[in-house]
């Protein structure tokens, strides 16, 4: 018997599936058998599907929900139905003509800030967005109702997640163990600045672990250990009141699990919703060498007041509802689900929504000699950061009575006395799901370290970009009777399992109806691998 098996394309705890591997190996059971107990294993977890939203509808300072009808004080990233605008609801997405994401029948906005440079002499330019965003559905159940039901976005429904003007982290870092929290890390607040990751992404390492640091790194780290660059990740509340489609504050009618992604709800909140994870990539490496620091769009060169909106917009609750109780598929790829319509990366690139006068002339990406757009002040905390006003492109006096430009070069040159996040060193994730461009989740390990130390901007030697390798097709060896393989991919690297049935004598316990459906997916896997590798 022959099994060659890296990694699995799963959120599991891929330890016990490598045990299990083992150990049957060991006591010479059937190969068939072995592949089951894998698949088995890994159907126990709870099921998902990973949305690609690989076109921008666009790029500006428009957010329907905190600021409708108006201008918004800083820059969003924005995916999703072309009926977005200034003062879009719910209902108008539903009705949009294209979507930018991979599912047709998926209209929903999901929008993030982005991340600037700013150059030593006050320049900024948005780092380049790698692979769209990836919104991730995960069917996670209310662990105080195991076998409860997951309720679909009821229509008209609308949520953020994090706080734009949060600069600071007063919990323990890295995170302590999840069994040891105390009742002041379970509060709504704890649980929403730990819904927030930076991941430090090297492709020929093994991936840091999904929301494992909460921080935007300093330059210094970022150049000398992202050599491809940052994910920043966003966890959304799953739990709802079963009532209210919005909240004044647009969270209240919310909350967190009191583990973040999973774990109990708390009382009032026992309606289960999907739970969201946004993953967004940017470039940073690009910038290797240059004077200047990282910033998100808000002014925000911490990363703690990261944050994000969702706004419904599937075509109907009844059509995401069979969604979530169909699509359970443990592979998390919409092309498993028969209900999705799916469309290319080409055309989710050509949705785009229509152009707001009021921020026609921004200049959003960059470079731009006046700073973040526009006139955003840098503050780097640890106080809560103020609200400022909200400057049109050509108004030159109020502009210059808040000037980002100036702003930013004091907080560049100063920054080792006013930016200060921690230094929190690599460990590696336990398992993971990934795409082409990186993107994944992982669980913690429980061993890290980390060093508080100020942001500091340094000069270091100018470096080529490391782009990741394309993926070829791995050769399968055809001797012996293979009776499954599998392709799965991690960062840059194609992973092959490859299982060959051999005649064995073997005293075996009966396998458990539920390994039907795992049968079914090993001969699946089998024919995509011949027919049409996964890239």
């Known amino acids: 018997m022959r ?37 088995t294993l890994a159907g126990s977890a ?13 790029v500006g300072r428009l957010d329907p929900i905190m600021d409708p009808g108006e201008v918004s004080d800083h820059v969003h990233v924005i995916h999703g139905g072309n009926k977005f605008g200034i003062d879009n609801t719910p ?27 700013l150059h030593s002499n006050g320049t900024a330019e948005m780092v380049e967005q790698v692979g769209g ?10 662990s105080a109702n195991p076998n409860g039901k997951i309720t679909a976005f009821p229509e008209g429904f609308q949520m953020i997640s994090g706080d734009k003007r949060q600069r600071s982290f007063p919990y323990p870092i890295p995170d302590n163990d999840k069994s040891s929290w105390t009742a002041d890390q379970k509060t709504q607040s704890a649980l929403s600045q730990k819904a927030l990751g930076f991941n430090c992404l090297n492709y020929a390492a093994t991936p840091e672990a999904s929301l494992y640091r909460h921080f935007l790194p300093d330059k210094d780290y970022l150049d000398a250990n992202c050599l491809d660059g940052i994910r920043l990740e966003l966890m959304f509340p799953s739990c709802w009141n079963g009532k ?61 007041g990261y944050h994000g909106d969702f706004q419904m917009g599937w075509d109907s609750v009844d059509f995401l509802q069979s969604a979530v109780d169909t699509c359970t598929n443990a592979s998390g790829e919409i092309e498993d689900c028969a209900l999705f319509n799916i469309q290319s990366e080409a055309d989710q690139g050509q949705c785009t929504f229509a152009e707001v006068d009021a921020i026609k002339d921004d200049n959003p990406l960059g470079p731009r000699e006046d700073g973040l757009p526009i006139a955003v002040p840098i503050q780097s905390g640890p106080s809560y950061a103020t609200n400022y006003p909200v400057v049109l492109a050509g108004d030159e006096t109020q502009a210059a009575a808040t000037s980002t430009k100036a702003s930013s070069k004091a907080t560049t040159s100063a920054a080792s006395a006013s930016a200060v996040v921690p230094t929190l060193s690599y ?41 990741a390798a394309s993926l070829a097709d791995a050769e399968t060896d055809a001797a012996g009777n293979i009776i499954a393989t599998s392709w799965y991919t991690s960062g840059n690297q194609v992973m092959e399992m490859m299982i060959e049935e051999v005649d064995v004598t073997v005293t075996a316990t009966a396998v458990e109806t539920a390994n039907a459906h795992a049968r079914r997916h090993v001969g699946k896997e089998h024919r995509r691998v011949r027919g049409h590798p996964r890239r």
């Open 3 to 39: 099994v060659s098996l890296v990694k699995l394309d799963q959120p599991y705890n891929f330890q016990s599936i490598k045990t299990s591997f083992a150990n049957m190996v060991n006591n010479k059971a059937s190969a068939l058998s072995l592949a089951v107990s894998a698949l």
């Open 46 to 58: 709870d099921a998902f599907w990973r949305l690609p939203c690989r076109g921008r509808t666009g």
């Open 91 to 117: 209902q108008d997405l539903a009705s949009s003509d294209c979507t930018s994401c991979a599912v047709t029948q998926d209209k929903s906005a999901y929008w993030t800030p982005p991340i600037y440079f």
């Open 133 to 142: 965003m990836l919104a991730y559905y995960l069917l996670y159940t209310d």
């Open 244 to 304: 209210d489609v919005d909240s004044d504050d647009h969270k209240s009618h919310v909350a967190f699990p009191d583990l973040v992604m999973s774990g109990a709800c708390p009382e009032g909140f026992g309606t289960k919703l999907p739970s969201l994870f946004f993953e967004t990539i940017f470039n940073t490496y690009a910038f290797k060498g240059m004077d200047g620091q990282f910033v998100l769009s808000n002014g925000d060169p911490t990363g703690y």
């Open 427 to 467: 460990t590696p994730g336990t398992s993971s799901v990934t795409d082409k461009y990186g993107g994944g989740i992982l669980l913690a390990e429980t061993a890290s370290s980390y060093v508080q130390s100020p942001t500091a901007v340094v000069s270091v030697s100018a470096s080529t970009v490391t782009a």
